[in-house]
C-alpha cells in the first residue's frame, strides 16, 4: 500500500515544498482545491495524512476537515492556520484534527510532522488490513505514472527503453 498525503489548499504552495522534501519517499500527493476534490483523494484510502492550509477561508477549511474526516475518519490531519485566527485551534481539534500550526509556518516545520506520521501510519497499515483502490486514483495526478521511473532512476538501474 502506497501512503496517500492530501494538500487541501487554495493555492499550491505546500504542494510544491512538501512534493519536492518529500520525492524519495514511497508517498502518493494528491493536491487538492475543493471539497469534491478531496473526498475524491480520500476515498478507499487507509490512514491517510492530510494538510489543511486556511488560509483567509477558515470556515470553509474547518467544513473541509469535518467532510475529509467523515470520508477518512483514520486520516492523520495537519491543519495550518497562518493568520492565528482566534479560537481556531480549538474548533480545528473539536472537528478532528491531529496537530494544528498557528502563525507563519516554515516547510521545514511541515515537513517534521509529515515524516513522523509517514512512519505511523506506515506502523498503522501493517495492521489495518486493506483498502479498496478507487477508480481514478491513478488518474487524479497526471505525474504519479512517473513514479516508478523516478524511484527506478534514482536508484541507479537502468529501465527499459534507456
Request: charged residues 20%; aromatic residues 6%; without cysteine.
Amino acid at each position: 500500500m502506497i501512503p496517500v498525503l492530501a494538500v487541501h489548499e487554495r493555492i499550491g504552495y505546500w504542494g510544491r515544498h512538501l512534493r519536492s522534501r518529500l520525492a524519495d519517499r514511497t508517498l502518493r500527493i494528491v493536491e487538492t482545491r475543493s471539497t469534491a476534490d478531496l473526498e475524491r483523494a480520500l476515498k478507499g484510502t487507509a490512514t491517510p495524512l492530510i494538510l489543511i492550509d486556511l488560509g483567509k477561508r477558515v470556515s470553509a477549511g474547518l467544513s473541509d476537515l469535518v467532510s475529509a474526516l467523515h470520508v477518512a475518519p483514520d486520516a492523520m490531519v495537519l491543519v495550518t492556520d497562518p493568520q492565528s485566527h482566534k479560537g481556531v485551534s480549538l474548533f480545528a481539534r473539536e472537528f478532528g484534527a491531529t496537530h494544528i500550526l498557528s502563525g507563519p509556518v516554515t516547510p521545514i516545520e511541515v515537513l517534521d510532522v509529515m515524516t513522523r506520521w509517514l512512519s505511523i501510519i506506515q506502523e498503522r497499515s501493517k495492521f489495518s488490513g486493506w483498502a479498496a483502490s478507487s477508480p481514478d486514483s491513478s488518474e487524479s495526478e497526471p505525474w504519479n505514472w512517473l513514479v516508478t521511473h523516478l524511484q527506478t532512476s534514482s536508484t541507479g538501474q537502468r529501465t527499459a527503453g534507456n
